[in-house]
């Protein structure tokens, strides 16, 4: 089982930065990926970005391109998501999510955090 609590949401202007972390705890050792999920009011999940627990290989949706960075610090067992250029269609909830060996889609996920984007 891993934890995961993510944190730094909040209100922003269009074009305003942002950075969400996500701190992971339990069984780190039995990931081997991460990732950002969003969920607007009335969509469905769209998944934002990963990143290789292993590689720290990156990806990325298109509509982020560019604009967002994934990172993680393995010595904190934290994952981060710099998020620049925001606009309003980037409001939703974020989900930091992990996957654990055997699993082929995220298996963790945690509580969520609000992202608003004004124009």
């Known amino acids: 089982q891993v934890q995961l609590v993510e944190s730094g949401g909040g209100l922003v202007q269009a074009g305003g930065s942002l950075r969400l972390s996500c701190a992971a705890s339990?069984?780190?050792?039995?990931?081997?990926?991460m990732g950002w999920v969003r969920q607007a009011p009335g969509d469905g999940r769209e998944y934002v970005a990963a990143?290789?627990?292993?590689?720290?290989?990156?990806h990325y949706t298109d509509s982020v391109k560019g604009r967002f960075t994934i990172s993680r610090d393995s010595a904190k067992n934290t994952m981060y998501l710099q998020m620049n250029s925001l606009k309003p269609e980037d409001t939703a909830v974020y989900y930091c999510?992990?996957?654990?060996?055997?699993?082929?889609?995220?298996?963790?996920w945690g509580q969520g955090t609000q992202v608003t984007v004004s124009s």
């Open positions: 999510a992990a996957a654990s060996l055997g699993n082929d889609d995220y298996d963790n």
């Open positions: 339990g069984r780190t050792f039995n990931l081997y990926g």
């Open positions: 990143i290789s627990v292993s590689t720290g290989d990156t």
